[in-house]
């Protein structure tokens, strides 16, 4: 069944083992305990989804990680702790609800980032003071209108940005003093009429033209 230099399981190269795997899907039951990592990385992959429980604690993050990808979900609660940051990110891309509460305060940030991405958006308080900026935008990008004030006053302006972008009109009061001239061009974009003599002596000439191509086109005055 194999063909050296195209595809064969004794090959080193994962391409190779990955089309013997494909060509011979039911092999791949017989690989799972082989030496070589890569090969039961591809075994599971293609072998029955039932011998994969046998491979939840192989010392490989790469076929932990495929396990994970494979097992139904009620199987993978436990590799939210696992020790491997690849393991714990395939985790949060197939977790839903409650039970991405914990990945949510993993400590890698790209872990928390693609959890936040998923998480419903009630359970992103838990991350709104996360040190990482890209975490706390995306908690930005899907966190319920009415709480988009918690992250008004964010450190970084980017978050801001979406801040501005996001939160109802008649609440941009709270930002038109920021220090990041994003942030009160979005304000200026979005502000009620009423609220835009707020910004008409702005310090940036951009947010004041803003301002006043508004009026004149809204019937300010």
């Not at 989804?49 to 396990?67: G, K, N, S, W």
Request: hydrophobic fraction near 40%; glycine fraction near 4%.
């Amino acid at each position: 069944m194999c063909e050296f230099g195209r595809t064969c399981v004794k090959d080193r190269r994962g391409k190779r083992i990955d089309r013997f795997f494909a060509a011979n899907p039911a092999q791949a039951d017989r690989y799972l305990d082989h030496p070589y990592f890569e090969v039961r990385t591809l075994a599971a992959k293609r072998a029955s989804v039932f011998r994969l429980t046998a491979l939840i604690d192989d010392p490989e993050p790469d076929v932990r990680a495929m396990v994970a990808l494979r097992l139904p979900e009620t199987r993978i609660k436990g590799f939210s702790a696992d020790p491997d940051r690849r393991v714990r990110m395939t985790v949060a891309r197939r977790l839903e609800g409650q039970d991405l509460v914990p990945l949510l305060t993993d400590p890698d940030y790209g872990v928390r980032e693609v959890a936040a991405r998923r998480a419903p958006p009630d359970l992103l308080v838990l991350v709104l003071r996360d040190e990482d900026p890209e975490v706390r935008r995306e908690a930005a990008r899907r966190l319920d209108e009415r709480r988009l004030t918690a992250l008004a006053d964010d450190e970084d302006a980017s978050v801001r940005v979406i801040v501005a972008e996001r939160i109802a009109p008649e609440r941009l009061r709270m930002l038109v003093h920021d220090p990041d001239v994003r942030v009160r061009f979005m304000a200026a974009e979005r502000l009620p009429l009423a609220d835009l003599d707020l910004l008409a002596e702005d310090p940036d000439e951009v947010v004041r033209e803003v301002v006043a191509q508004r009026w004149k086109l809204e019937g300010g005055t």
